[in-house]
């Protein structure tokens, strides 16, 4: 055999011995990828089967469910998940690596049994807006997927103690367990952060902790969202926090007993976009240097106890779109009212022609209406509540075209409400209540903003004038407050209100019945109802059952109403009808409403013996049935243990004893059973009761000597 031969037959059998290995190599990579896949996919199908699918239970209007889809295509072998909705795999081995369910309508419970803990190669993982019915997150979180980069489960409802097991996720970069039920007590939040060294967004808002924010985390290099808002924080706010050079976001508002100062800030917080330390304890100056953050778009200092003098250097945040400054002068034992009353001190918001919103609600801003708000066109919320705002509402208002949203109550406007400002076609919010505002206010005007859905004119010098057949014109108001506005009738576009939640019409000079048609149009919508101190006499047609489905509180207090109590729907949770002319008996009825919170039927012609059940619900606070015609013995108050508060009999013709029942009231803090027909040993035993305040029993029969107070 010539050499040239052998060399060639070498080369050939080098060539197939290669080529054999890359197809075993490849067959390998094959048979492991499919068996992969098929082993994933089963555990997704059976993720998908442990939920049922509710639209409601996402918030996010463009939700769907998503998993819904995820079907098998083929047979077994060749299925091929990677392709399903929120699923993302890996190029190289083909395993479930990204779970993208946020917004997906899951109903359900996740336990340690799930299949979602088998797809271990998972890195990221977003469950967010669905409802996982309560359930507590499952400690394999952080003993089987550690690989995970991304964990997401916010706005999903889960509920307990976020396990320990959590910090075992060394790798995440985002950990947002934010706005559900959970806690973090039997640990404190170091022991949950001191393993994340690659964290880049922390966000636990609302997660119950009761704990300092750990120092450790001013070693968080990374860190460029920190969200701890309403955790119930305590102890100083490490101030390095604010010199992390990749800091964007910074939110711990709610935490009423953190303290904290500002620092002055430098080059290395350019980066930082919003800044929220809203209804804090945080304290001191603010600092000239505030105007450096230039990247700046949120600031909000409101309800804390800065020092009020403002720096001018405030007016360079021109990308600044939202100012909440409210409360700013709140500070304790301060007799300084500082430079922040005048127009002058806050000049430079004129410079923020990028705001959206702004307020300054409660700054004890002083004199007219300020006039740098004129520069501000593109303002959609406008809050200058309770301040000390005088003179009329200006007519350059019209140049906020923008605006859906202005809350001018509690200042000192006067003159009449310019028809101009209806001409805003954005309104939704109008607050004007609390003012000095005179003249007549016709209802034709409310035609024009057509998306107007929350209205309060009370407490004004007002003259609402009724006109008739404003059906179409008038916008579907939800919430509607005319307290004080010396209405002699009900505004007859009540007619057409059929989106109406919240209805206060209390203080005028209404008479005669409530009309049919005034519920009519509100039957399913009207949740809160109050037309107190008017001179009402009925309902037309008398229901025996309040016509409001979902009425959650109402008020008839200090009418003239007559005949029987009328009975509300089981979602009544206040139920106000004193100092009117009702007769007869209580019905039993009234046992059955389960979230009944107050029931006031004082100063009326009640009469007849009390429901046995009466004071048994265990939501019930307030009882105040004084001054009535009630005779027998009182109910067995109390059975169980329950929320009672407050008991009021007195004026009535009650007899025998105070019932032993109670001693199961232990937070009762008033009891007033004077001026009854009781007659008893003494009860001694009511000064037992731990939360007892007040305690009233003259004028009854009680004998006996006054002894310790010896609980039963």
């Known amino acids: 055999m010539g050499m040239e031969s052998w060399r060639s037959k070498f080369i050939s059998l080098r060539c197939f011995i290669f080529l054999s290995l890359i197809a075993t190599q490849c067959f390998l990579f094959v048979h492991t990828r499919t068996l992969g896949q098929v082993d994933e996919c089963s555990a997704l199908l059976q993720f998908k089967e442990s939920f049922a699918f509710k639209k409601s239970v996402s918030a996010d209007p463009l939700a769907y469910p998503k998993v819904s889809f995820w079907t098998r295509e083929g047979d077994g072998n060749r299925s091929n998940c990677c392709s399903w909705d929120g699923v993302e795999c890996d190029e190289d081995f083909g395993h479930v690596v990204g779970l993208d369910l946020r917004s997906s309508c899951l109903y359900g419970s996740i336990n340690s049994s799930n299949t979602l803990f088998l797809l271990v190669h998972l890195q990221r993982l977003d469950l967010s807006d669905n409802h996982f019915n309560f359930s507590q997150i499952p400690s394999r979180f952080g003993h089987e997927l550690s690989s995970l980069t991304y964990l997401n489960l916010s706005y999903s409802v889960f509920s307990g103690q976020i396990p320990s097991e959590i910090s075992k996720l060394s790798k995440l970069s985002t950990l947002d367990m934010s706005h559900n039920d959970l806690k973090l007590t039997k640990a404190n939040m170091r022991s949950l952060v001191q393993n994340l060294t690659a964290i880049k967004q922390l966000h636990l808002s609302q997660v119950e902790m009761y704990s300092s924010v750990p120092d450790i985390l001013v070693n968080a290099s990374s860190l460029t969202s920190l969200q701890l808002a309403s955790c119930g924080l305590n102890g100083e706010f490490p101030i390095g926090i604010f010199h992390l050079p990749n800091l964007e976001v910074l939110d711990v508002e709610g935490n009423s007993n953190l303290t904290g100062y500002f620092p002055n800030f430098n080059r290395s917080n350019n980066l930082l976009k919003k800044l929220n330390v809203a209804s804090t304890n945080f304290s001191g100056m603010l600092p000239a240097s505030i105007g450096k953050l230039h990247s700046l778009n949120l600031l909000d ?88 705002i005088t003179g009329q509402i200006p007519s350059w208002h019209m140049n906020l075209t923008q605006l859906t949203t202005l809350y001018l109550w509690g200042n000192n406007l006067q003159g009449a409400i310019p028809r101009s400002l209806f001409q805003l076609k954005n309104l939704e919010f109008l607050d004007l209540s609390n003012n000095s505002l005179s003249g007549q206010v016709e209802f034709d005007q409310f035609s024009q903003p057509q998306k107007l859905k929350y209205l309060r004119l009370s407490y004004n010098k007002l003259s609402l004038q009724i006109i008739t057949n404003l059906s179409a014109t008038i916008p579907q108001l939800q919430y ?34 409530i009309p049919k048609w005034v519920w009519n149009a509100t039957r ?16 037309d047609q008398n229901p025996i059952n309040l016509p409001w489905q979902n009425l959650c509180s109402l008020d008839l207090r200090t009418n003239m109403l007559q ?37 006031d039927l004082s100063n009326n012609s009640l009469s007849g013996m009390l429901p046995q059940c009466l004071g048994n619900s265990s939501a019930l606070e307030i009882l105040m049935l004084m001054n009535n015609s009630f005779h ?37 803090e008033f009891l007033n059973l004077r001026n009854n027909h009781m007659r008893d040993i003494f009860p001694s035993w009511l000064g037992a009761l731990p939360a007892l305040q007040f305690l009233s029993l003259r004028s009854n029969g009680f004998h006996g000597m006054i002894g310790k107070c010896v609980a039963l």
């Open 301 to 388: 200092i409101s309800w804390c106890h800065f020092y009020p003098l403002v720096p001018s250097s405030l007016g360079n945040l021109t990308q600044l779109n939202y100012l909440d400054m409210s409360g700013f002068n709140d500070v304790p034992n301060n007799n300084s009212t500082g430079q922040l009353v005048s127009e002058y001190s806050l000049s430079w918001i004129a410079s923020l022609t990028n705001l959206y919103s702004l307020s300054l609600e409660s700054t004890k801003f002083r004199g007219k209406f300020p006039s740098f708000v004129a520069n501000l066109t593109q303002l959609s919320f406008l809050e200058l509540g309770d301040n000390e």
């Open 480 to 513: 509607l407050e005319l307290i004080s506005c010396n209405l002699t009738e009900f505004p007859e576009f009540l007619k057409y209100q059929s989106k109406l939640l919240y209805l206060q019409l209390s203080d005028n000079n209404i008479h005669g019945r």
């Open 524 to 539: 399913e919508t009207l949740l809160t109802l109050n037309l107190s101190s008017n001179f009402l006499t009925g309902f």
């Open 563 to 599: 005949g029987s109590l009328p009975i509300p729907p089981q979602s009544i949770i206040n139920y106000l009808v004193s100092s009117n002319n009702y007769s007869g008996e209580i019905s039993p009825s009234f046992c059955n409403l389960n979230h009944l919170h107050i029931l």
């Open 632 to 668: 027998g013995s009182i109910p067995q108050i109390c059975p169980v243990e329950n929320s009672l508060k407050m008991v009021d009999l007195s004026y009535n013709q009650l007899q025998g004893k105070v019932p032993r029942s109670m001693a199961n009231c232990t937070r009762l």
